[in-house]
């Protein structure tokens, strides 16, 4: 069973980077594509990135090309590299197990198992 823990966040300025990572204790990460979300105050929790189990990654247009999401099965663990960040992205970053091996969609419930989250704050 995936069970998900994320690390990384904190308190950063405009331009910075960041790098968040994902454990998961229950050793399955592996079988299953990978997810990114975020929830800003007073916002619906949107999609941020994925990496299906073969290594294909997605990206929403918000964070293309200054977001990362890569993995490492070895380790159990999936990272997101957070570069140039933005105030828009202060958000608690959710880290989530897709249903299956395969990227099969950006929906919240395309994603079985979620960790408790992990605060990204950007200050000016």
């Known amino acids: 069973q995936v069970q998900l823990v994320e690390s990384g966040g904190g308190l950063v300025q405009v331009g910075d980077s960041l790098r968040l990572s994902c454990a998961d204790s229950?050793?399955?990460?592996?079988?299953?594509?990978m997810g990114w979300f975020r929830q800003a105050p007073g916002k619906e929790r949107e999609f941020v990135a994925a990496?299906?189990?073969?290594?294909?990654?997605y990206y929403a247009d918000s964070v293309k090309a200054r977001f990362t999401v890569s993995r490492d099965n070895a380790k159990n663990t999936v990272s997101l590299q957070m570069n140039s960040l933005k105030l828009e992205d202060t958000a608690i970053y959710y880290c989530?197990?897709?249903?299956?091996?395969?990227?099969?969609?950006?929906?919240?419930?395309?994603?079985?198992?979620w960790g408790q989250g992990t605060q990204v704050t950007v200050s000016a």
């Open positions: 990496i299906s189990g073969t290594g294909n990654t």
């Open positions: 229950g050793r399955t990460l592996s079988s299953h594509a």
């Open positions: 989530a197990a897709g249903r299956s091996y395969f990227y099969s969609g950006r929906s919240q419930r395309d994603f079985g198992s």
